[in-house]
T-cell receptor
Framework: GAVVSQHPSWVICKSGTSVKIECRSL??????MFWYRQFPKQSLMLMAT?????????EQGVEKDKFLINHASLTLSTLTVTSAHPEDSSFYIC??????????FGAGTRLSVL | GQQLNQSPQSMFIQEGEDVSMNCTSS?????WLWYKQDPGEGPVLLIA?????ELTSNGRLTAQFGITRKDSFLNISASIPSDVGIYFC??????????FGTGTSLTVIP
């Protein structure tokens, strides 16, 4: 299968700071990248879809100014949680879309905001 | 958005038993995917299905794309402790958007 690297795997930050999460597809190019959020014992909630070189499309209820997505290359996308607050604490997972219309997921980033 | 109903929500089985779970949709899909997620990890792809009626195996796992295109099934034969986790289905109609099921939590009792 395809290899996806997501970093960091766990981050703790103070309220009001910003956190950047990186997602790389190591052995394939991804024109499209999905970012998900997952709460404990719940399913995946799509936050936004980004296409390389274009602005991301955010799902209803997701603040684009708070969750900044950059998809500058076919192998790298970043999600920046700006001015993080405790309610932003969650598990964030990226999923680049491979050419066979399959999403391969990163290992996820657990964000804890104090 | 599109909601996929996945059942059962949770299962507790003895090691060696077979497992069946399914996913249903109110809309038809062109692609069905099955994932397994371990605690603290991202989902890992198990099986991808692309055609109605398609039956695909991956080791002890077998998945089927329902004839109506509104459902899919995943079976695990002779379960082992490492099968423990949460299983998600995902469906796609057209475009790049995938819709995820609510998950089936599997516990295997040694």
């Amino acid at each position: 299968g395809a290899v996806v690297s997501q970093h960091p795997s766990w981050v703790i930050c103070k309220s009001g700071t910003s956190v950047k999460i990186e997602c790389r597809s190591l052995d394939f190019q991804a024109t499209t990248m999905f970012w998900y959020r997952q709460f404990p014992k719940q399913s995946l909630m799509l936050m936004a879809t980004s296409n390389e070189g274009s602005k991301a499309t955010y799902e209803q209820g997701v603040e684009k100014d708070k969750f900044l997505i950059n998809h500058a290359s076919l192998t790298l996308s970043t999600l920046t949680v700006t001015s993080a607050h405790p309610e932003d604490s969650s598990f964030y997972i990226c999923a680049p879309l491979q050419t066979k219309n399959i999403q391969y997921f990163g290992a996820g980033t657990r964000l804890s905001v104090l | 958005g599109q909601q996929l109903n996945q059942s059962p929500q949770s299962m507790f089985i003895q090691e060696g038993e077979d497992v069946s779970m399914n996913c249903t949709s109110s809309s038809i899909f062109n692609t069905w995917l099955w994932y397994k997620q371990d605690p603290g990890e991202g989902p890992v792809l198990l099986i991808a299905l692309y055609k109605a009626g398609e039956l695909t195996s991956n080791g002890r796992l077998t998945a089927q794309f329902g004839i109506t295109r509104k459902d899919s099934f995943l079976n695990i034969s002779a379960s082992i402790p490492s099968d423990v986790g949460i299983y998600f289905c995902a469906g796609r109609f057209t475009g790049n958007q995938f819709y995820f099921g609510t998950g089936t939590s599997l516990t295997v009792i040694p």
